[in-house]
């Protein structure tokens, strides 16, 4: 069954708080027109950010990466007040924004006069129970663009991906380009191999996550090694573990993969993958 999703109480939109009943855009934002924009979603812990400028700093790329001309000093102030106003200040929770181009008449070409739209609020999500959650997964073919380092509101490929995952009765989909694993429809993967942690390279097939940076961290600091390599699925079954990572997934172990129908891949949480979830507590919890 697909997760029952709610509304926030209150959004800020361009310049104001409001009810969501009540904010609205027009039909000719180019979020709308053309998915021309960008998001981003950041953890906060009982309270707190977690790796906010991080973030903050994603949000500059990827505005950059765009040319979407929008000051977003003013985000960090408006991302603590959105908690900060919030019934859950002091519980976990992640705060949602969204940068559009904005509104102007429709055309393929970037209009030079749009003014940026702004949306931004607050959810409570459960961030505390990842240890003990396995996913079963599937696999196939990477439709998407070739600019995923974008995070970009554009997310059809995505959502088609992970919606086919769920329908399916998965948690998640794991996608593959050209004979290696790219990345989920919405999560990093890792896998480990003899003792040897893999993971995809930055580079224009992937999103630069956050969390990901964070393993990359803690593989250092526990001194095991990494290798930012794209893994062939051609030797998925020579894999001992596998754990995705994310904003709110954390760091989740998989289970299963499962490709055109054929069990690929079965594994119970291994030792690397719970050393790193341990770490990673001490990190988001202290």
């Known amino acids: 069954m697909k997760n029952k999703k709610t509304y926030?109480?209150?959004v800020f939109l361009n310049d104001k708080w409001k009810k969501p009943e009540d904010a609205f855009v027009s039909v000719f934002d180019r979020s709308f027109?053309?998915?021309?924009?960008?998001?981003?979603?950041?953890?906060?812990?009982?309270?707190?950010?977690?790796?906010?400028?991080?973030h903050l700093a994603r949000v500059r790329y990827c505005l950059q990466e765009m040319s979407i001309d929008f000051n977003a000093s003013i985000l960090e102030g408006l991302m603590l007040e959105a908690v900060k106003r919030s019934s859950f200040s002091s519980e976990d929770a992640a705060v949602y924004l969204q940068i559009s181009r904005g509104k102007a008449p429709r055309s393929h070409f970037i209009p030079e006069d749009a003014e940026?739209?702004?949306?931004l609020y607050a959810f409570r999500v459960d961030l505390s129970n990842f240890k003990n959650r396995f996913w079963k997964v599937m696999a196939s073919e990477d439709l998407r663009w070739h600019r995923c380092d974008i995070k970009s509101t554009a997310l059809l490929a995505n959502t088609m991906a992970n919606d086919a995952a769920i329908s399916a009765g998965y948690d998640e989909n794991l996608l593959f380009r050209n004979g290696v694993f790219t990345e989920g429809s919405h999560t990093t993967i890792f896998f480990v191999k003899d003792d040897v942690v893999y993971t995809h390279p930055e580079d224009r097939q992937i999103l630069s996550g956050i969390t990901r940076k964070v393993v990359i961290e803690l593989c250092n600091s526990l001194e095991i090694p990494l290798k930012e390599e794209a893994f062939p699925v051609a030797k998925l079954s020579e894999v001992d573990e596998i754990f995705l990572t994310g904003t709110t997934t954390q760091i989740a172990p998989v289970s299963s993969v499962t490709i055109e129908g054929k069990e690929v891949f079965t594994s119970q949480k291994g030792e690397i993958t719970r050393l790193l979830q341990e770490e990673f507590i001490k990190r988001t919890r202290r």
Request: hydrophobic share 35%.
């Open 33 to 54: 027109m053309f998915g021309d924009g960008i998001y981003e979603v950041t953890p906060f812990y009982s309270g707190k950010p977690f790796r906010l400028q991080d």
């Open 8 to 10: 926030p109480a209150e």
């Open 116 to 119: 940026p739209t702004l949306l």
